[in-house]
């Protein structure tokens, strides 16, 4: 069933007890017969309800673990899901966040999700509110797993725009119960996961480096030790964050021993309740997990905003992302509270910004179309007057339908002094058929 030993042995005693009264049952009268399989029957009924805990299992439990291929967009992870039997959608598998979520409600509307009741989520700048509804009963199906009774979280719209900034199209996030009862492995090099049986994965595997991992709140943490640019190193608690595209970032309202590195660029960070958020981009000069060193970091610097007191009261100083995590093979383990990580094949490699100047997203379509969602102050991309909001029509006279994001956003990150021709086309008072176009060459260039 997926379920612990305990609940197991549970469930067998209950099914002792039902045969023991049946057979007293049929030494009785009639009436006293008819009393006891009525107590049988609804004991029975609250056996099988109990069995079914929420959760996320293997199909066959026979097996010691499933694999589950996913994709990969800036090491993000991002795997197809049947919801209650309809047609799969891209969910992306996120140890930041507690709840299933969805990004849609008229897509929920679609499967023909019920829903008990509707709440109101306050935005990050503290004023802001959004709906969602809440879908208290689904089944999850990713192919040899499945999630059962699990709870859905329904957005009235979606406001995190993910297929904007990754360019694939991810329609809700899978949280902390896909993690809570199994270890997962994944293996970022192959885009494979691995779902092991709840006692599948007793010792440590070989080449692997353990940390202790904590589980508060729903949400994983470990400590590392972070030197900083001025050379002083502070231990740190982090939250384990698959779902986020940075590699580290600290908030320095956390603590006053976290420092804002001298060389640093503005830059938007990412999108969150309430609306975009902006801050610093800079570097560490190591991060040291257990065993592992990871040098010259890039680090994103959060602005404190209103909901900022929900970081603080956690006690972490910050977290870890899928930039760092992209780079290894990482267990996580939360029923025996411990993580794995060993080196992936890009380990080493730099710790890359964009040195275009633009931020480029995906305009949401079924068409490969890119624009220029800001451009940084005094960089190329700004040298050259191209503007927010103009759509990238051609790379080096290759049409965007063509490219992928990421494949756009490596090109920008690639090699300073590297150029790069951009067709680019300027609409008029957001008028689609008044617009001019023009070609322009940045050269790339490193400004962190």
Wanted: proline share 4%; with cysteine; aromatic share 12%.
């Amino acid at each position: 069933m997926g379920t612990s030993k305990a609940f197991e042995s549970f469930i067998k005693c209950l099914r002792f007890f039902f045969s023991i009264l049946i057979i007293i049952a049929h030494s009785l009268s009639f009436m006293t017969r008819k009393v006891i399989f009525s107590v049988v029957l609804v004991l029975y009924s609250c056996a099988q309800l109990a069995a079914q805990v929420p959760g996320f299992f293997m199909k066959d439990d026979s097996k010691k673990k499933v694999t589950i291929p996913f994709y990969s967009s800036n090491s993000l992870i991002i795997v197809p899901v049947s919801v209650n039997g309809n047609t799969p959608v891209n969910f992306m598998i996120d140890t930041g966040v507690r709840a299933n979520i969805l990004f849609s409600k008229s897509l929920g509307d679609a499967m023909g999700l019920e829903y008990s009741r509707k709440i109101d989520l306050v935005g990050a700048d503290g004023s802001a509110t959004l709906g969602a509804f809440v879908s208290p009963v689904n089944n999850f199906d990713l192919g040899p797993v499945e999630g059962r009774l699990q709870s859905l979280l329904v957005l009235e719209e979606d406001f995190l725009e993910i297929e904007a900034v990754i360019g694939t199209p991810v329609y809700g996030i899978l949280g902390y119960e896909f993690f809570k009862y199994n270890p997962i492995r994944i293996n970022y090099d192959d885009s494979k996961l691995d779902f092991f049986r709840e006692n599948g994965l007793k010792w440590r595997p070989p080449f692997y480096h353990k940390f202790d991992l904590t589980v508060e709140d729903n949400k994983p943490y470990i400590n590392a030790k972070v030197r900083q640019e001025n050379g002083k190193t502070i231990d740190t608690k982090l939250l384990v964050d698959t779902g986020a595209n940075h590699g580290l970032l600290l908030n320095m309202e956390t603590s006053d021993e976290i420092e804002l590195p001298e060389r640093t660029i503005e830059s938007e960070l990412g999108q969150s309740l309430g609306g975009v958020l902006y801050g610093y981009i800079g570097r560490v000069d190591r991060v040291k997990l257990s065993g592992l060193k990871m040098d010259n970091v890039l680090t994103s610097y959060p602005e404190e905003n209103e909901f900022s007191f929900v970081i603080k009261d956690s006690g972490r100083q910050g977290s870890l992302g899928a930039e760092i995590f992209g780079r290894s093979r990482l267990i996580i383990d939360y029923p025996r509270g411990r993580m794995f990580m060993k080196k992936g094949r890009d380990f080493y490699s730099p710790f890359e910004f964009d040195m275009s100047g633009i931020f480029v997203k995906k305009i949401n379509s079924y068409d490969n179309r890119f624009y220029v969602g800001q451009v940084r102050e005094n960089s190329p991309a700004e040298q050259m007057g191209i503007e927010a909001n103009d759509e990238i029509m051609a790379i080096n006279k290759i049409p965007t339908f063509i490219w992928e994001l990421p494949e756009v956003i490596k090109l920008f990150r690639s090699e300073e002094g590297k150029e790069i021709e951009l067709e680019l086309r300027r609409y008029r008072n957001n008028d689609l058929n008044d617009y001019e176009d023009y070609t322009t060459i940045i050269r790339l260039r490193k400004q962190i």
